[in-house]
């Protein structure tokens, strides 16, 4: 069965810093793997994806993720954080592509982007 | 612009009194669920239509329901409300070889 670790449940960092909210994965075969974010009392937007190809994937907002699968992690970044940023982020596994494989989420990390 | 609908945005019943959800699509996907999301919790998935084959989680209490009657359509049902049930109702869809599942704005209820 697939699982995602998310380890910190809150990240705090200043506007304009660097920011990485941590995902770690597992799963049998090919991981298929997601971010989301999540603004209060709204649907889970959906933010980048890496399904094979490059490493290095970039996705909305100036958000990019690296998969590294020696370390089977899948690490949201962004050079330079705003506090428009500041929001719950959700890490995702799918163990295939078939519509019917489910989507596993991480427990969420909080964000918060100080002026 | 294609998109995923739900309505109400929020709802409220009494303990015990059958509400019903409803989750409508443009995207023409032929994958549809529903997720349960309780307090800035992980997503719970309930169940999922694949077309109009429904599929249930293994752990998705009787008293919740679905319903598809077509492609853009998807109703959540629940039968009897309880105090417990009382989270943010989150509609998705994705395509037959879907990678991407694309969440609608969710219901939040509310049972009193």
Redesign the interface.
């Known amino acids: 069965a697939q699982s995602v670790a998310q380890p910190e449940d809150q990240v705090n960092v200043a506007e304009g810093n660097p920011l990485t909210v941590k995902c770690t994965y597992s799963v049998s075969g090919n991981p298929?793997l997601?971010w989301?974010v999540q603004y209060p009392?709204?649907?889970?937007?959906?933010l980048l994806?890496y399904?094979t190809g490059d490493n290095l994937v970039k996705g909305s907002y100036g958000f990019e993720a690296e998969f590294n699968k020696s370390q089977t992690s899948f690490h949201l970044k962004k050079p330079s954080a705003l506090v428009s940023d500041s929001a719950?982020y959700?890490c995702a596994v799918r163990a295939g592509?078939?519509?019917?494989t489910?989507?596993v989420?991480?427990?969420?990390t909080?964000l918060s982007v100080i002026a | 612009d294609a998109m995923v609908i739900q309505n109400p945005r929020y709802q409220v019943t009494q303990f015990g009194k059958p509400v019903t959800l409803s989750c409508s699509q443009t995207l023409n996907h032929n994958v549809m669920y529903w997720y349960q999301q309780k307090s800035s919790q992980a997503p719970k998935l309930l169940f999922h239509y694949y077309d109009k084959d429904f599929n249930n989680e293994a752990d998705t209490p009787d008293n919740f329901q679905s319903r598809r009657p077509n492609t853009s359509f998807c109703f959540l049902d629940i039968r009897s409300p309880g105090l417990g049930d009382a989270a943010m109702y989150l509609c998705a869809t994705g395509g037959t070889a879907g990678e991407t599942q694309y969440f609608g704005p969710g219901t939040r209820l509310l049972v009193l």
């Open positions: 298929y997601f989301y009392n709204r649907g889970l937007q959906f994806k399904i719950l959700f592509l078939r519509g019917n489910p989507l989420f991480g427990k969420g909080r």
